[in-house]
């Protein structure tokens, strides 16, 4: 009768040749089997911790764009990122949900992904301040693809949700002292009271160089064009139909709370 002790495996194990391919296969398979345990133990282990994390780096964000953008602590209610409701959305039907999911998406042709994102996250979440019952200010995420890097921040809208209160970019890899200009507050303190829409609801602003002659525009930065229209092109995706377009509209007519 074979000797099934785990013990006398394990030596049996040992004491084969290192050339031996069962020895060599029972080692890669106990490594793979290790690695896997440590890997998923610490996702268990530490998911509440990396929760915590992205919601401190969500209110610092906020906070960012709160302290940045001038005149928007003033447009707050109360106590600026503690007075802003949080709508998650469901951008392919508009209901609400509990909590983002990051594996529902939607993937984008290649025509209608100006934004070069690839997909679209499906649930997305929408911070409000109210005055009263009446709609503040709506600040949306929004993020699209650069010269060598992925744009993201936040663009905050007036009541009217049309007029732009002001844009924080938080993240971008571009060009230092060029495309890395849109990160700047010079190039940011443009953005207030741009247009987003004319008034035929046809999406009208622009970053064009020699621009801020209408009230759609905003001046491109000399010398880095892709990161000047990655931010347009960025801004235009997630205002329009695919993005958070039917939600801006949902709010103006009250479909949204």
Known sequence: MPDLNPISLWQRLLAAPNDSRGKTLTMAFLVSFAAALAVSSAAVLLGPRLDANREAERRARLEALIAETPGLAEVLPGSGIDSLEVLTVDLRDLSLADAVDPTQVTELAEDD???????????????MARDGRDLALVILPVYGQGYQSTI???????????TVVGLAITEQGETP?????????????????TQLMDEAGEIRVAVVRGGGSTAYEVDAI?????SSNGVQNMIRFWVGPLGFGPVLDALRSGDLP
């Open 113 to 127: 992904d100006i934004a070069g994102i690839g997909t679209r996250p499906d649930l997305q979440q929408i911070f």
């Open 152 to 162: 993201r921040g936040y663009l905050a809208l007036g009541p009217d949700l049309n």
């Open 177 to 193: 002292g060029l495309g890395a200009t849109i990160q700047t507050p010079g190039w940011l303190a443009q953005w207030p009271g």
């Open 222 to 226: 000399t010398g880095a064009t892709r």
